[in-house]
């Protein structure tokens, strides 16, 4: 399939690791987030969301922190796995006007 | 989740014709969301396409390079007009879901324009 984010960021990881990508968001109205997971040909996939209410929410060997004094937000994923591989994006919008910005992606690599 | 399908999945037009891309939703929604990802880039909102009322689009996405249908809860169709080569890209049709906030997208059609 067609591949995206040719030129992103990239972090490689080894099988079994624990992975955490990184995302800064510039809005500080922002009060929604979310994590996608986009693999080569696909649609985004949503993993995990997280309102600005909270600083840390945890899901099925994810976990989400949010930092809203540097307006910092990550995921972390528990051992990561080959079908972890995929281009990982951030979003965010506030709940009044609900589209997303989204983030410009990382790219995890899972090393057998 | 809801599912969202799209058709096409992919399409190869000229340059000067138009395309319009379908979303379909299994389920009634209120929101629904037309994005562009161009290659090797993140993913932009052209505009939101809400059932009963215009599309609102998103700053340098206008009404009539990209009109937007939505006649009812589970369908909307994104035309790309006018097709010059820059147009090449994949166009994600997306719905919030009913009782949240989190929005679910389609498989994306994918856009050559040459």
């Known amino acids: 399939g067609e591949s995206v984010g040719l030129h992103l960021p990239t972090l490689s990881v080894q099988e079994g690791d624990n992975s955490i990508i990184n995302c800064a968001y510039s809005?500080?109205?922002?009060?929604?987030f979310i994590w996608y997971k986009q693999e080569s040909g696909k649609g985004p996939q949503f993993i995990i969301d997280i309102r600005s209410n909270m600083d840390k929410r945890q899901g099925q060997r994810v976990t989400v922190l949010l930092n809203k004094t540097v307006k910092h937000l990550s995921l972390q994923i528990a051992a990561t796995q080959p079908g972890d591989s995929a281009v990982y994006f951030c979003a965010e919008s506030d709940t009044g006007r609900r589209a997303l910005t989204f983030g410009s992606g990382t790219r995890l690599q899972v090393q057998p | 989740s809801a599912v969202i399908s799209q058709k096409p999945s992919r399409d190869i037009c000229q340059r000067g014709t138009s395309l319009t891309i379908q979303c379909q939703v299994d389920?009634?929604?209120?929101?629904m969301f037309w994005y562009r990802q161009q290659p090797g880039q993140s993913l932009t909102l052209i505009a939101t396409a809400n059932q009963g009322s215009e599309a609102t689009y998103e700053s340098g996405f206008v009404i009539d390079k990209f009109p937007i249908s939505r006649p009812n809860l589970t369908f909307s169709t994104l035309t790309v007009s006018n097709m010059s080569p820059e147009d090449s890209s994949i166009y994600l049709c997306?719905?919030?879901?009913?009782?949240?906030?989190?929005?679910?997208f389609g498989p994306g059609t994918r856009l050559t324009v040459t």
């Open positions: 997306s719905v919030e879901a009913r009782d949240s906030y989190e929005q679910y």
């Open positions: 389920s009634q929604v209120t929101m």
């Open positions: 809005n500080s109205a922002s009060d929604y």
